[in-house]
């Protein structure tokens, strides 16, 4: 049809109902401008549109585009309704787990989330392997779940080395160079439905309701393995190594937050001593802050009040 790749890996794309945007050649970035610069002319004229906003299907705008220069293809993940699972592989350097067992990349994390949850592994879906040697599952995103994206480092997710890209997301589509090496549709299929499971692990966590027991009231019912559950946790995080501080901080939130769902630890202690443990470990005092709110919400989202061994 074109001798151009690229065109025709965003037309393909398009055909699909995924809008696509033009990324810098051989990057991740958009190629189009930002609010800060932005000319208000052309598609700006009445306020700036940023890329979620021009990512289009429309073949005649894509044809423009693509026969200008040799861009990227970014697929703005929410106006196409899709959910994409990232699951990365671990950059070069990074501490991995101790012993035999545990998990080494978003895959591992994953299939051992599927364990867990008794739920088969999702494949059978559009897939693309990255140049880095991770994958990008494609989902129909279901109507109107409003699902927003979620970074493993963050604790906002499915786990490490997964993030996921749906509203205000995008995603280096296939046939897309990133410093000399193709992003590759691996199993070039319709994508399939996100499963129910999977939606309920991403969508947004309801905002915890503060404890409204004083803790004197529980003082008596306090058991000694919730205190050195606390103590132990900030441990870890004040000598977590760098490189692996901000997952070791997420970790202890989510264990201490089955602490808190049933009340034998009060937030706000929990909060206090992972700040000071995070302060230790040299991280900055906002991103703490933020990873412990996340991970303690999820945590308390996932353990109903008296479910704790
Ligand atoms: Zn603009």
């Given at each position: 049809?074109?001798?151009?790749?690229?065109?025709?890996?965003?037309?393909?794309?398009?055909?699909?109902?995924?809008?696509?945007?033009?990324?810098?050649?051989?990057?991740?970035?958009?190629?189009?401008?930002?609010?800060?610069?932005?000319?208000?002319?052309?598609?700006?004229?009445?306020?700036?549109?940023?890329?979620e906003q021009r990512a289009t299907c429309d073949p005649a705008v894509i044809w423009r585009t693509w026969s200008h220069g040799p861009y990227g293809i970014g697929l703005a993940t929410g106006p196409s309704h899709l959910v994409?699972?990232?699951?990365?592989?671990?950059?070069?350097?990074?501490?991995?787990?101790?012993?035999?067992?545990?998990?080494?990349?978003?895959?591992?994390?994953?299939?051992?989330?599927?364990?867990?949850?008794?739920?088969?592994?999702?494949?059978?879906?559009?897939?693309?392997?990255?140049?880095?040697?991770?994958?990008?599952?494609?989902?129909?995103?279901?109507?109107?779940?409003?699902?927003?994206?979620?970074?493993?480092?963050?604790?906002?997710?499915?786990?490490?080395?997964?993030?996921?890209?749906?509203?205000?997301?995008?995603?280096?589509?296939?046939?897309?160079?990133?410093?000399?090496?193709?992003?590759?549709?691996?199993?070039?299929?319709?994508?399939?439905?996100?499963?129910?499971?999977?939606?309920?692990?991403?969508?947004?966590?309801?905002?915890?309701?503060?404890?409204?027991?004083?803790?004197?009231?529980?003082?008596?019912?306090?058991?000694?393995?919730?205190?050195?559950?606390?103590?132990?946790?900030?441990?870890?995080?004040?000598?977590?190594?760098?490189?692996?501080?901000?997952?070791?901080?997420?970790?202890?939130?989510?264990?201490?937050?089955?602490?808190?769902?049933?009340?034998?630890?009060?937030?706000?202690?929990?909060?206090?001593?992972?700040?000071?443990?995070?302060?230790?470990?040299?991280?900055?005092?906002?991103?703490?802050?933020?990873?412990?709110?996340?991970?303690?919400?999820?945590?308390?989202?996932?353990?109903?009040?008296?479910?704790?061994?």
């Amino acid at each position: 049809m074109t001798g151009n790749p690229l065109l025709a890996a965003a037309l393909t794309a398009a055909e699909r109902g995924w809008r696509v945007f033009p990324l810098l050649p051989g990057s991740k970035k958009p190629a189009l401008h930002s609010s800060a610069r932005c000319p208000r002319t052309a598609a700006c004229t009445t306020g700036h549109q940023g890329w979620e906003q021009r990512a289009t299907c429309d073949p005649a705008v894509i044809w423009r585009t693509w026969s200008h220069g040799p861009y990227g293809i970014g697929l703005a993940t929410g106006p196409s309704h899709l959910v994409v699972v990232d699951l990365d592989t671990p950059k070069p350097g990074t501490p991995l787990p101790v012993g035999p067992a545990g998990p080494r990349d978003g895959a591992g994390v994953l299939a051992a989330l599927c364990e867990r949850y008794g739920r088969a592994y999702p494949s059978g879906t559009y897939t693309v392997r990255t140049p880095s040697g991770g994958t990008h599952l494609y989902f129909a995103a279901p109507a109107g779940s409003g699902l927003r994206n979620t970074a493993g480092e963050r604790g906002t997710g499915l786990g490490r080395w997964i993030d996921t890209r749906a509203g205000g997301g995008y995603v280096v589509a296939a046939g897309s160079t990133v410093a000399g090496h193709r992003y590759e549709a691996v199993l070039d299929t319709g994508p399939v439905p996100l499963p129910a499971w999977l939606h309920t692990l991403l969508a947004p966590p309801p905002r915890p309701a503060t404890p409204v027991v004083p803790l004197s009231s529980r003082a008596g019912r306090r058991p000694g393995y919730a205190d050195a559950a606390l103590r132990n946790e900030s441990a870890n995080v004040a000598n977590a190594a760098e490189g692996n501080r901000n997952w070791t901080l997420t970790r202890a939130a989510r264990a201490l937050g089955r602490f808190v769902a049933d009340g034998r630890l009060s937030r706000g202690e929990v909060e206090d001593a992972l700040k000071g443990a995070a302060e230790q470990a040299g991280l900055p005092a906002r991103d703490a802050a933020a990873t412990i709110t996340s991970a303690l919400d999820w945590s308390i989202a996932h353990n109903p009040a008296g479910d704790a061994a």
